[in-house]
């Protein structure tokens, strides 16, 4: 048998790989076969010979022509349909020659064996050696990153500017404008409480993104239809990290497959073995299923009610499904006992071919900084005023900030992703740090003493000890 690890390329004069002519073998007097002696079955004891249906088999013959090769077996001479006198019976010999299990198989979802096929992958060993593509289905070392250098030292770093503050009327506006939100919140609190301060501090919010690129191989197929094929007549296959693909956008999360250069070629197929069709996987290459009708008896216990003699009747009758033959034709392969190769769609042969895998990932990391009584995580949602942002190959952590705790936590994030990613590359880097204004109120309504925040541009309000959360009329269940 030739080795199917050598090329076929196409238009070459290797011609071990193309698929046989006139699949299904040619049989003497045409397609479907003479009729033997004896076919259709004879007649079981009792039963009448059926009349031919009307309308079936078509007036153009069953299966009808396959246009090709794409399709069923494609048939081997005419067929003029089915024999006076023949009834229903199986108009063409099944095509599949192959091994058949003596039990039928039971359709149903908890059997394996009547699940539809699946395109499979040609084995590992069948593939041609590549060089540089040894390691497949997982990450590819990068080359060497580049060390810091003065290029990506930063010349100057801005100053931080101050942030807006609010006014009485302004967090008191925020106010009604939150309690408006919610429903069952009264707005007496809002509108006529009394402010006894005003606190005004700011949140820190830094952020280190860090872009990086993944590459992967992997060995793919698909079905053979003429299409080119770079194989390694044309060159040596580039090396996967030296292969040129554009990156869609930066920082953002995205993924690209290329085909590998001069690493196609055409290889028969491993699950039809270069035929392009395979047994059926409903009737096992017969062609015909026990009819479910009758549970494949050919007759059918049925009772009826009898008005003149006033009682009920039972007897056997022919079944009307398969017309007593126990036997009816198979609705996945019409017959022929064999389906289309799902691997190769039809063709008998696949292109095998390197694919590349690139990942661009983007990893964010940040550190919020705030010391009122206002949950962090509301910090992350909100705008605030850019104070600091800069984006290079390799970014140096932030060492002129006020605030020695964003300082500190720009120097562990930098100094984190520098080891994080070691089977990716890195691309680029940005970091930055938005100021949040924060204004703490503490005020009185009535009685009772609470207090609520104003954050961010959008003025959102976290006001938990509001005193009126639930209005009259409102039941809290």
Not at 20 to 42: E, F
Not at 281 to 304: A, E, L
Request: hydrophobic fraction near 25%; glycine fraction near 8%.
């Amino acid at each position: 048998m030739p080795d199917e690890r050598q090329p076929m390329l196409e238009g070459g004069n290797n011609t071990m790989y193309t698929q046989a002519q006139g699949y299904p073998p040619q049989q003497q007097g045409g397609y479907p076969p003479p009729q033997q002696q004896g076919y259709p079955p004879p007649q079981q004891p009792g039963y009448q010979q059926p009349q031919q249906q009307p309308g079936y088999p078509p007036a153009q013959g069953y299966p009808p022509p396959q246009q090709g090769a794409s399709g069923y077996p494609p048939p081997q001479g005419s067929y003029q349909g089915a024999p006076a006198g023949a009834g229903v019976q199986e108009t063409d010999t099944p095509s599949y020659k192959g091994e058949i299990p003596d039990d039928d198989v039971e359709v149903n979802p908890d059997n394996p064996s009547s699940a539809a096929p699946t395109a499979t992958a040609p084995p590992l060993e069948k593939m041609d050696q590549v060089a540089g593509y040894n390691q497949m289905d997982a990450p590819l070392p990068p080359p060497p990153p580049p060390s810091y250098d003065e290029a990506t030292q930063p010349t100057q770093r801005a100053g931080i500017q101050q942030t807006p503050t609010l006014t009485d009327d302004e967090a008191r506006e925020a106010l009604v404008s939150f309690v408006a939100e919610n429903c069952c919140y009264g707005k007496k609190a809002a509108k006529n409480l009394h402010i006894n301060d005003l606190k005004h501090t700011a949140a820190f919010h830094y952020t280190l993104e860090t872009f990086t690129e993944k590459r992967t191989t992997k060995w793919v197929h698909e079905p053979f239809s003429g299409q080119p094929i770079d194989g390694p007549h044309n060159g040596p296959a580039p090396l996967p990290w030296n292969i040129a693909v554009n990156i869609p956008s930066m920082f953002q999360n995205s993924i690209a497959k290329v085909e590998v250069p001069h690493t196609a070629s055409v290889k028969p197929c491993h699950d039809c073995h270069s035929i392009g069709f395979r047994r059926c996987h409903i009737c096992y290459g017969r062609g015909r299923t026990r009819c479910h009708t009758c549970h494949g008896h050919g007759r059918r216990h049925v009772s009826h009610y009898d008005h003149h003699e006033k009682r009920h009747i039972s007897r056997w009758e022919r079944c009307s499904f398969c017309h007593g033959m126990g036997r009816r034709r198979c609705y996945t392969c019409h017959g022929h006992g064999q389906i289309t190769c799902c691997t190769c769609s039809g063709r008998g042969s696949l292109k095998c071919f390197i694919q590349l895998t690139v990942n661009w990932t983007n990893h964010l990391n940040d550190n919020i900084v705030e010391r009122t009584a206002l949950p962090d995580e509301l910090i992350r949602n909100v705008t605030g005023q850019v104070a600091f942002k800069e984006e290079n190959a390799r970014v140096w952590p932030i060492n002129h900030f006020p605030d020695q705790a964003i300082n500190q936590a720009s120097k562990d994030l930098v100094q984190q992703h520098s080891g994080a990613f070691q089977l990716e590359r890195i691309l680029q880097q940005r970091h930055q740090v938005r100021i949040i204004p924060v204004a703490e109120s503490i005020c009185q309504w009535k009685d009772k003493n609470f207090s609520f925040f104003v954050y961010g541009f959008e003025r959102k309000v976290h006001a938990p000890d509001y005193p009126q959360q639930c209005c009259c009329g409102c039941t809290i269940l």
